[in-house]
């Protein structure tokens, strides 16, 4: 049986996509993983960039609601929340029987400077992700 997992974050725009498709990534068929948020908006365009550079296209990719998930009565052994701390309250909380984990990454929504400065920062969280991924994965297979 497929370990059924969902990341959160407020839009849905970054680390929630940069999760799921690097986690999708690593885990192949042995997994069913979605992302939404509880105020989806846009994907951004760095996070499409920088996945891109991973081999993983989101580009025509849209963001989902938390509440469109939870309204065709989907269940999940994880909820993953990704939120910054600044952010932790608003959050959103994926109600029903799983483990809810909260990892804290800053949000690329809020970096600034040039293009260049901006695809830097969105790395070091793609990379913070994939490590927290790695770790995740030795843990619950150990289980």
């Not at 370990?3 to 849905?12: A, M, S, T």
């Not at 499409?48 to 849209?62: A, R, W």
């Not at 260049?116 to 994939?130: G, P, S, V």
């Amino acid at each position: 049986m497929k370990i059924k997992v969902l990341f959160l974050c407020v839009h849905n725009s970054a680390r929630s996509q940069i999760a799921e498709e690097l986690l999708r990534k690593k885990v192949k068929d042995n997994f069913e993983i979605s992302s939404a948020g509880f105020e989806p908006g846009v994907v951004n365009p760095y996070v499409v960039k920088v996945l891109q550079e991973e081999g993983i296209d989101i580009s025509l990719k849209s963001t989902r609601n938390v509440f469109d998930l939870y309204n065709q009565g989907n269940f999940y052994n994880y909820i993953i929340t990704v939120c910054d701390e600044s952010n932790s309250q608003r959050c959103p909380i994926f109600p029903g029987f799983n483990k809810t984990i909260h990892w804290s990454f800053e949000d690329p929504s809020s970096f600034k400077g040039s293009e260049e400065e901006i695809l830097i920062k969105t790395r070091m969280i793609k990379n913070q992700i994939n490590n927290k991924l790695d770790e995740w994965i030795k843990e619950i297979l150990q289980d």
